[in-house]
């Protein structure tokens, strides 16, 4: 959606490009042209009647005082345009309209530019344009009565200020209030904006969130059933594919509650019974050994190490992330460790609890099972949004073998906000 342009930026936007040369197009708005008419035609008609604002002037030919007029009705053109400009001439046309019979059309549309200079100039012209014609005002008044020394020049400064002092002052709050009103419009602009960055945001994690769910959720039952499909596909022996066999079946039974677990998180369902609530530590024992069941044919056997002694009951979002990462490294291993042991120590000392799973590392000609690679981002993910570290790589173990470890470290207690 392009934003709308002003008035005056279309204006100084309209361009049209010529044998290489720019000419800048500046067409009068048309309510100008329908003010420099009805002010033209208004004087014609005063003119014409023989209305006249004063007598005795030094060039008392009635016709003299239509040009101080025409200018003023031509400078109406320019009231947006060039409002300084037209203010400037329209002060000289004023003021050679006094020795005429005069016209009271030329002075209406003078106090109109004496506005329009305001509202539509400058801000420094805003600014300095009240503040001039106040003292104009003052001086007239002043100069007058030092001149005739009768209160009735004080008249004299009453239409001064009313000819130049009053459209000022109305300019000024007219532009006040339309500055207002622009700067709630981008303040709500502003404010639209960052409502789409932030639904935008939370979108894009909540995308996140869920392909972490997901991953972590199904791939091991599936890693599981790849793997014991494959050996139940590959060796003929009837007690190892009935084995294989039970294996699929139970991941496959798991795999589909922990989806329909995952859709009841993500359904709305409103005053039906919540979904089962997130995996936590308090069962990762039971990951272990289903772990150890799935990788047995494999040459894997997973033992658990839990160190955290009777701390109690960690934040959710920690538990479930922990739980997680044992979870991921767990199918990793089922798909490329060597076959060995695979190790989960659990560990919680101070304010932070360690997750640690190492398993054998060795040349494979490939991976029992397809993977997709989002299993270390998603682990790395989490980590992240609990403001843990975690780092995953071969490494020495104490016997000197080459292992795989995955270790994470996070923070259990719960963060506030500025930290």
Not at 306 to 312: P, S
Request: proline share 5%; net charge neutral.
């Amino acid at each position: 959606m392009y934003p709308r342009l002003t008035r005056r930026a279309e204006v100084r936007a309209g361009a049209a490009v010529l044998d290489g040369r720019v000419l800048a197009v500046s067409r009068p708005h048309r309510h100008d042209v329908i003010i420099a008419a009805v002010g033209l035609s208004g004087g014609l008609v005063l003119w014409l009647i023989g209305l006249h604002m004063q007598v005795g002037r030094p060039f008392d030919a009635p016709w003299l005082a239509l040009v101080p007029l025409a200018v003023t009705a031509g400078l109406e053109l320019l009231r947006r345009s060039a409002s300084l400009t037209a203010l400037l001439i329209a002060v000289a046309a004023l003021v050679a309209d006094q020795f005429t019979v005069g016209n009271l059309a030329t002075v209406v549309m003078f106090t109109d530019l004496v506005y329009a200079a305001v509202v539509y100039g400058s801000p420094a012209v805003a600014r300095r344009l009240p503040v001039t014609s106040f003292l104009v005002t003052v001086g007239v008044t002043i100069a007058f009565l030092a001149w005739f020394r009768t209160a009735e020049a004080l008249l004299i400064g009453v239409v001064a200020g009313l000819v130049s002092f009053a459209p000022a002052i109305t300019g000024v709050s007219v532009r006040n209030h339309r500055d207002a009103a622009e700067t709630a419009r981008l303040r709500a602009d502003q404010t639209a904006l960052l409502a789409e960055m932030d639904r935008a945001q939370a979108v894009t994690a909540e995308r996140a969130r869920m392909a972490r769910e997901l991953h972590d959720m199904v791939a091991n039952h599936l890693s599981a059933i790849a793997i014991h499909s494959t050996a139940a596909l590959s060796i003929d022996d009837p007690g190892t594919s009935r084995e294989a066999l039970g294996v699929i079946r139970e991941n496959s039974v798991q795999g589909l509650a922990e989806m329909r677990r995952l859709i009841g998180l993500l359904r709305d369902r409103g005053t039906e019974p919540g979904p089962s609530p997130a995996p936590t530590l308090a069962s990762v024992d039971v990951l272990v050994e289903q772990a150890r069941s799935n990788g047995a044919t494999s040459g894997l056997t997973c033992t658990l190490e839990d160190a955290r002694g009777t701390t109690g009951r960690l934040p959710a979002p920690v538990e479930l992330a922990a739980y997680r990462i044992v979870q991921e490294s767990l199918t990793n291993a089922l798909k490329h460790a060597a076959p060995g042991q695979v190790a989960v120590r659990l560990a919680h000392e101070g304010d932070v609890l360690s997750v640690e799973v190492t398993s054998e590392y060795g040349s494979r000609p490939g991976p029992r099972a397809p993977g997709s690679g989002a299993g270390l981002v998603g682990m790395r993910e989490r980590v992240a949004l609990l403001g843990g570290t975690i780092a995953a790589g071969p490494g020495p173990a104490a016997d000197g073998r080459t292992i795989w470890r995955v270790r994470a470290e996070l923070p259990v207690r719960e963060r506030t906000v500025g930290e």
